[in-house]
C-alpha cells in the first residue's frame, strides 16, 4: 500500500503531477470536487459550507463557529477514510499533517519560482500578469491562514513534508518519474504497525466528526485524537448532562475501539 498527498503553490504544477502519477499507477485521484461531492451525500448544508470554506481564510467569528469546526472534521475524516483504502493520491486540504508519521505515506510540496507560476495563471486562466499575480498572492495566503486554523501549522515549511519539489529545476516527467518510485518502494514493504495507526486515526476522526458536527453540542474547549493507545476525547465542559451526552455519543461512534474521556468542568 501506498498513499501520496500533494500540496501545491498555485501555478506549480502540483495537481498536474498527482494527476499523472494517479494515471500512471492507477491510484485513485482526491482533489476539492472529490471531498465537496461527498459531503454532499452527509447533507446540502455540509456541501454549500464546504464550497464558502475551502481553502479560504477564516474570519475570527468563522474559526469558532459550530460549521467551521465541523467542516474541518469531515475534511480530516473523509481524507483519512481515502487513506484507508490505499493507493491513493490526496490534493491539498492538510492531508500531509493528516498523514504525519504514516510509513508508507510520501508527503510532497510542490512549489516554482513567482515567474514561473504567473506565466502558468496567465495562460491557464487566460489573464494578464496583474491578474495571475494576484490571483496567486491570495490563493497562496488563504491556503496558508486555511491550514493555520486547522492544524496550527505552517502551510509552507518544508519540515512539514517527506520532500519538496521545484519544478523549475527539474522536467514534471523527472519528478513523476521519481515519487513513482518511492511509491512502488513503500508498496513492496507492507507496514502492520502503520496501517493500525492508520484505522486508529481514522477511528478517532469518525468520533470528532460525529461529536462536532451535531448541533446540539457546541464545547469550544474540545477535541478528540488517538494517542497511541486509546481515542481520547479532551476538553472543558459545563455540567454533567453536557458530560453524560459528549461520553455516551462518543462511545456509541468508537464501537469496539478503545476509548478514553477526558473531561473536566469549567471552575
Given at each position: 500500500?501506498?498513499?501520496?498527498?500533494?500540496?501545491?503553490?498555485?501555478?506549480?504544477?502540483?495537481?498536474?503531477?498527482?494527476?499523472?502519477?494517479?494515471?500512471?499507477?492507477?491510484?485513485?485521484?482526491?482533489?476539492?470536487?472529490?471531498?465537496?461531492?461527498?459531503?454532499?451525500?452527509?447533507?446540502?448544508?455540509?456541501?454549500?459550507?464546504?464550497?464558502?470554506?475551502?481553502?479560504?481564510?477564516?474570519?475570527?467569528?468563522?474559526?469558532?463557529?459550530?460549521?467551521?469546526?465541523?467542516?474541518?472534521?469531515?475534511?480530516?475524516?473523509?481524507?483519512?477514510?481515502?487513506?484507508?483504502?490505499?493507493?491513493?493520491?490526496?490534493?491539498?486540504?492538510?492531508?500531509?499533517?493528516?498523514?504525519?508519521?504514516?510509513?508508507?505515506?510520501?508527503?510532497?510540496?510542490?512549489?516554482?519560482?513567482?515567474?514561473?507560476?504567473?506565466?502558468?495563471?496567465?495562460?491557464?486562466?487566460?489573464?494578464?500578469?496583474?491578474?495571475?499575480?494576484?490571483?496567486?498572492?491570495?490563493?497562496?495566503?488563504?491556503?496558508?491562514?486555511?491550514?493555520?486554523?486547522?492544524?496550527?501549522?505552517?502551510?509552507?515549511?518544508?519540515?512539514?513534508?517527506?520532500?519538496?519539489?521545484?519544478?523549475?529545476?527539474?522536467?514534471?516527467?523527472?519528478?513523476?518519474?521519481?515519487?513513482?518510485?518511492?511509491?512502488?518502494?513503500?508498496d513492496r514493504h507492507p507496514n502492520e504497525p502503520g496501517w493500525k495507526e492508520l484505522e486508529m486515526r481514522a477511528a478517532a476522526a469518525k468520533v470528532k466528526t460525529g461529536i462536532l458536527t451535531d448541533q446540539s453540542i457546541?464545547?469550544?474547549?474540545?477535541?478528540?485524537?488517538?494517542?497511541?493507545?486509546?481515542?481520547?476525547?479532551?476538553?472543558?465542559?459545563?455540567?454533567?448532562?453536557?458530560?453524560?451526552?459528549?461520553?455516551?455519543?462518543?462511545?456509541?461512534?468508537?464501537?469496539?475501539?478503545?476509548?478514553?474521556?477526558?473531561?473536566?468542568?469549567?471552575?
Open positions: 500500500m501506498a498513499i501520496l498527498t500533494i500540496s501545491r503553490e498555485l501555478g506549480s504544477g502540483g495537481r498536474e503531477i498527482g494527476q499523472a502519477i494517479a494515471q500512471d499507477l492507477g491510484y485513485d485521484f482526491v482533489d476539492k470536487a472529490r471531498i465537496l461531492n461527498d459531503l454532499q451525500g452527509i447533507g446540502k448544508n455540509w456541501e454549500k459550507w464546504g464550497e464558502s470554506m475551502d481553502e479560504r481564510c477564516p474570519t475570527i467569528w468563522e474559526k469558532y463557529d459550530w460549521s467551521f469546526r465541523g467542516f474541518g472534521a469531515l475534511i480530516q475524516s473523509t481524507i483519512l477514510n481515502y487513506a484507508m483504502k490505499d493507493s491513493v493520491v490526496l490534493i491539498g486540504r492538510g492531508a500531509n499533517f493528516i498523514l504525519e508519521g504514516i510509513p508508507f505515506a510520501d508527503r510532497i510540496h510542490v512549489m516554482a519560482p513567482i515567474e514561473n507560476r504567473i506565466s502558468q495563471i496567465m495562460v491557464r486562466e487566460s489573464m494578464n500578469r496583474e491578474a495571475a499575480l494576484w490571483l496567486i498572492e491570495k490563493t497562496d495566503r488563504d491556503r496558508s491562514c486555511f491550514i493555520f486554523s486547522l492544524y496550527g501549522k505552517r502551510w509552507g515549511d518544508p519540515e512539514e513534508y517527506d520532500d519538496v519539489v521545484n519544478t523549475a529545476e527539474q522536467s514534471v516527467d523527472n519528478i513523476t518519474a521519481t515519487i513513482k518510485e518511492i511509491l512502488n518502494q513503500k457546541f464545547i469550544p474547549t474540545l477535541d478528540i485524537f488517538y494517542d497511541g493507545s486509546s481515542i481520547v476525547v479532551k476538553g472543558i465542559i459545563h455540567n454533567p448532562k453536557e458530560h453524560k451526552k459528549i461520553e455516551t455519543k462518543a462511545a456509541s461512534l468508537a464501537g469496539n475501539y478503545p476509548l478514553r474521556c477526558d473531561l473536566h468542568y469549567r471552575r
